[in-house]
T-cell receptor, first 111, second 116 residues
Framework: TQLLEQSPQFLSIQEGENLTVYCNSSSVFSSLQWYRQEPGEGPVLLVTVVTGGEVKKLKRLTFQFGDARKDSSLHITAAQPGDTGLYLC???????????FGQGTELSVKP | NAGVTQTPKFQVLKTGQSMTLQCAQD?????MSWYRQDPGMGLRLIHY???????DQGEVPNGYNVSRSTTEDFPLRLLSAAPSQTSVYFC???????????????FGPGTRLTVT
């Protein structure tokens, strides 16, 4: 069974601080996605990384896929209250294309 | 486009009752899935479908049935509700079918189900 461990589970920081969320597994994934979910809504895709070592930037968000395609990180620079939400990583398995989700990281950015 | 729609938004059931959660998408996606979301557990796959007439089990299928008679609709049936099925249920669809490595899931707004 493939598992994705996300850390930390909860993060409360002040506006302007930097943070990193980690997503780790002992399994290899064909691709990895990051989603953001706001209360009362469904998750929305932020990015997909496919190649080992790949780095993608989305404004103040930087996503990295590990060289071995077993782990990923999300780094936010100068966090803002609008970044508050639940961040989920999800790996696509190699067998059926199903998505395996991590437990999520609940981020709160205080002004 | 409405995207992925789910009804109802909220539902309270008594133990032993049955019901169907509705999901529809208007993006002509082949791949549709049902997830449940519980605190601290992320999203867990219940059932999925790679096209009309084809369904398969996910990680937590027990107590749920699905069918896919059209590309647009993918209802989830609870046969005999139990308190352990209290959760938020999300339907999702994507362009990619099983076996593709790259696909984005479009999620509906969710159904909040409480079983007493």
């Amino acid at each position: 069974t493939q598992l994705l461990e996300q850390s930390p589970q909860f993060l409360s920081i002040q506006e302007g601080e930097n943070l990193t969320v980690y997503c780790n597994s002992s399994s290899v994934f064909s691709s990895l996605q990051w989603y953001r979910q706001e209360p009362g809504e469904g998750p929305v895709l932020l990015v997909t990384v496919v190649t080992g070592g790949e780095v993608k930037k989305l404004k103040r968000l930087t996503f990295q896929f590990g060289d071995a395609r077993k782990d990923s990180s999300l780094h936010i620079t100068a966090a803002q209250p609008g970044d508050t939400g639940l961040y989920l990583c999800a790996g696509a398995d190699n067998q059926g294309g199903k998505l395996i989700f991590g437990q999520g990281t609940e981020l709160s950015v205080k002004p | 486009n409405a995207g992925v729609t789910q009804t109802p938004k909220f539902q309270v059931l008594k133990t032993g009752q049955s019901m169907t959660l509705q999901c529809a998408q208007d993006m002509n996606h082949e791949y549709m899935s049902w997830y449940r979301q519980d605190p601290g557990m992320g999203l867990r796959l219940i059932h999925y479908s790679v096209g009309a007439g084809i369904t398969d089990q996910g990680e937590v299928p027990n107590g749920y049935n699905v069918s896919r008679s059209t590309t647009e609709d993918f209802p989830l049936r609870l046969l005999s509700a139990a308190p352990s099925q209290t959760s938020v249920y999300f339907c999702a669809s994507s362009y990619g079918a099983a076996g593709t490595a790259l696909y984005e899931q479009y999620f509906g707004p969710g159904t909040r189900l409480t079983v007493t």
